[in-house]
């Protein structure tokens, strides 16, 4: 027995009231005084005790106190206060009216059972927080993880609660709660594939935080922003945010370009379609301006040293061209881009480097620059692309070499107007024949 209620039971006796009246009025009367004392706590330890530990948090050089002072990690631990004092003191309270004393014991296991998940949740949002700026932990779904622990938390909260208003143990419960198995599968299927798949995605680092994906079928192609249990969201290029399914990850695939941000380069792979009509073999007129050229002078050397040698080995004496080995514009064209692609400083050379000739076609003859450019942001591998193929273009009459393009406006009316004017009388030297008679 509590020493108040005696000494209360006492003094409302002594005005004269009779036992049921003393009983109550001494009940209500040291209820109130610990609830005051309950609120008294609380007030204190959230800002006596919570002050103190902010104070020291700030002081100290981890980050993991600031964090739980953050997530109100302290301050969940504040609401555990009541309910425990409502259990223990409800038994020396309530003595005068046992009957009530099993609803505000089973009232305070509710209030104490919000109020550890709460306390739950704060604490794995801040450990959340916190593993998300270590780098050893970038690789793995945290959220994911914390997701199906807040569930699995709010799974045995909901248990206490119900077995508690039914009156019933948990075990009980948790006995019949097997007959359900079927339809908690169907109504968690995309929880279920999402866990699997995001501990496949993450045993197999396929995927995490940053990297830059394509998904076509659900319009993505972006960096991915967000990895949760159930989906993966990506912000595309044009900002705008696509939502897919975690297990569509692991059951259809996707391209992952971290490959390319981690690796030496990116790969630059477009072709230039050249005018088969320009191709033709190098004259001496040709071979004095290409001398001029720096990044071609070691090649041409040692190409007309090694043809020489050849030609005065093999040559029939015949004036032929066929019967000798000859430098063409085009083959002398592609060691040129070799060279300056090597020479070039935004183009990693220790990595593949290839000029190749396609397939000839109806749109010509493609040369193919296959090479990995150093710079990998998107707007300066463009510009840096750009500007190769700039020279390229710019380069291409200086070997006697044309590109080749579908005729377009312009070349047709500069077609009509050399034909018409070429059908003029004065052209033909008709006017100058009637002026003569």
């Not at 593993?131 to 993880?145: G, I, N």
């Not at 995309?190 to 394509?214: C, F, K, T």
Request: a neutral charge.
């Amino acid at each position: 027995m509590i020493p108040l209620m005696q000494p209360l039971f006492d003094f409302f006796s002594s005005y004269g009231l009779d036992a049921g009246l003393s009983a109550l009025f001494a009940t209500l009367s040291a209820v109130a005084v610990a609830l005051l004392l309950i609120i008294v706590l609380e007030l204190g330890f959230k800002r006596v005790l919570l002050e103190m530990i902010s104070a020291f948090a700030l002081r100290t050089v981890t980050t993991f106190d600031d964090i739980l002072v953050r997530r109100n990690v302290f301050s969940g631990l504040a609401r555990l206060l009541p309910p425990i004092f409502l259990h223990i003191l409800s038994d020396p309270l309530l003595q005068y009216y046992p009957a009530f004393v099993p609803f505000v014991k089973d009232a305070a296991v509710l209030y104490l059972t919000v109020a550890l998940v709460m306390l739950v949740f704060s604490l794995l949002d801040a450990l959340q927080d916190f593993l998300s700026t270590r780098p050893s932990a970038a690789r793995l779904p945290v959220k994911s993880f914390m997701q199906v622990l807040k569930a699995l938390a709010l799974a045995v909260a909901l248990v206490v609660v119900v077995s508690k208003l039914m009156g019933k143990s948990p075990v009980v419960f948790l006995s019949g709660l097997g007959a359900f198995t079927a339809v908690l599968l169907l109504v968690f299927k995309d929880s279920i594939l999402g866990l699997v798949a995001g501990v496949q995605l993450s045993a197999n680092n396929l995927v995490r935080v940053g990297d830059w994906i394509e998904m076509p079928q659900y319009g993505a192609d972006g960096d991915v922003i967000d990895i949760s249990l159930v989906t993966v969201s990506v912000q595309n290029w044009d900002k705008t945010i696509s939502t897919i399914p975690a297990y569509s990850l692991i059951s259809q695939g996707f391209k992952n370009w971290r490959g390319m941000s981690e690796g030496g380069g990116r790969r630059i792979k477009r072709s230039v379609h050249i005018d088969m009509n320009s191709v033709r073999f190098c004259d001496e007129a040709l071979l004095m301006q290409l001398r001029e050229v720096r990044l071609l002078k070691g090649y041409l050397e040692e190409k007309e040293r090694e043809l020489s040698e050849w030609n005065s080995r093999f040559q029939d004496g015949t004036a032929s061209p066929v019967n000798a080995r000859r430098l063409t514009n085009l083959g002398t064209f592609r060691a040129y881009l070799a060279a300056y692609l090597r020479s070039h400083p935004n183009i990693n050379t220790s990595m593949t480097l290839i000029i190749r000739q396609l397939q000839p076609t109806a749109g010509g003859i493609p040369i193919e620059i296959y090479v990995f450019c150093r710079e990998k942001e998107w707007a300066v591998y463009e510009g840096v692309q750009a500007d190769i193929f700039d020279h390229v273009l710019a380069v291409l009459p200086w070997f006697e070499l044309r590109v080749f393009q579908n005729p377009g406006g312009y070349d047709i009316e500069r077609a009509g107007s050399r034909l018409a004017g070429a059908l003029s009388p004065e052209s033909r030297g008709e006017g100058a024949a009637s002026g003569s008679l």
